[in-house]
């Protein structure tokens, strides 16, 4: 069953689909969307921040998963859900700044970076002494695109019930108080851009590094879910 959106100036409840997420990451944050499939390899549609473009999309096929197109305005650093979850408390405790963060429906875990860190990676490692381990720990930037979490706070806690969704956010790029109604897409004009910041890539990076080591050292009979979206803060605006 489709999460819903009820808000009081209207009558009837408001269901967000893939086109107004699309839209909402096109408008609000410039970041480009385009239609595409769960498989990062897979050619997806060019993505863009055009919303005619977007809408002939989605007219075409109305369900088609949200991909954003990383390498443009952020870069993502992929780890497995359990070094995921071990490196946002590590982060919490040490008061280590942490960016926008997805889990993804296959359980791992995506921290938002900016943009060029992805080609950087594998000198960044070299240079914090992680190049020669194998960290599971994986990069997303030019070129790639990841599934686009539901930007609209009352979608994040349902379970996963829609065909299109494969990420939720575990803290969002905004404050969820500045996300609009589904239904006031079209007064959303490109006058309201939200500029996300990231945190600093070596210090995220090393953090990354020591969970994802710990839990290569230390599996756990099964993977650690994340905690309820409430116990982590929103990025900064």
Request: aromatic content about 8%; hydrophobic content about 50%.
């Given at each position: 069953?489709?999460?819903?959106?009820?808000?009081?100036?209207?009558?009837?409840?408001?269901?967000?689909?893939?086109?107004?997420?699309?839209?909402?990451?096109?408008?609000?944050?410039?970041?480009?969307?385009?239609?595409?499939?769960?498989?990062?390899?897979?050619?997806?549609?060019?993505?863009?921040?055009?919303?005619?473009?977007?809408?002939?999309?989605?007219?075409?096929?109305?369900?088609?998963?949200?991909?954003?197109a990383a390498g443009v305005r952020f870069d993502v650093l992929d780890v497995p859900g359990a070094a995921g979850v071990r490196a946002l408390?590590?982060?919490?405790?040490?008061?280590?700044?942490?960016?926008?963060?997805?889990?993804?429906?296959?359980?791992?875990?995506?921290?938002?970076?900016?943009?060029?860190?992805?080609?950087?990676?594998?000198?960044?490692?070299?240079?914090?002494?992680?190049a020669d381990l194998d960290l599971d720990l994986r990069a997303y930037g030019e070129g790639d695109t990841v599934a686009a979490p539901s930007p609209w706070p009352a979608t994040w806690r349902a379970p996963w019930p829609r065909s299109w969704e494969h990420a939720r956010w575990l803290r969002p790029p905004v404050d969820p108080g500045r996300v609009c109604p589904a239904g006031d897409l079209a007064a959303l004009g490109a006058v309201l851009h939200v500029d996300v910041r990231f945190p600093d890539v070596t210090r995220l990076l090393s953090t990354l590094a020591h969970a994802c080591q710990h839990v290569r050292l230390f599996p756990r009979p099964r993977a650690t879910e994340p905690r309820p979206l409430t116990h982590h803060r929103p990025a900064p605006a």
């Open positions: 069953m489709a999460a819903t959106l009820v808000f009081a100036s209207r009558s009837a409840p408001v269901v967000p689909g893939p086109l107004d997420e699309a839209l909402w990451y096109a408008r609000a944050l410039g970041w480009p969307a385009g239609p595409g499939s769960l498989d990062p390899a897979h050619e997806s549609a060019a993505a863009t921040t055009d919303p005619r473009v977007l809408a002939g999309h989605w007219a075409a096929g109305p369900s088609a998963p949200v991909r954003l408390d590590r982060a919490e405790r040490l008061g280590v700044p942490i960016g926008p963060v997805a889990a993804t429906g296959t359980g791992r875990i995506q921290f938002f970076v900016a943009p060029g860190v992805a080609g950087d990676l594998p000198a960044l490692l070299d240079w914090l002494d992680w």
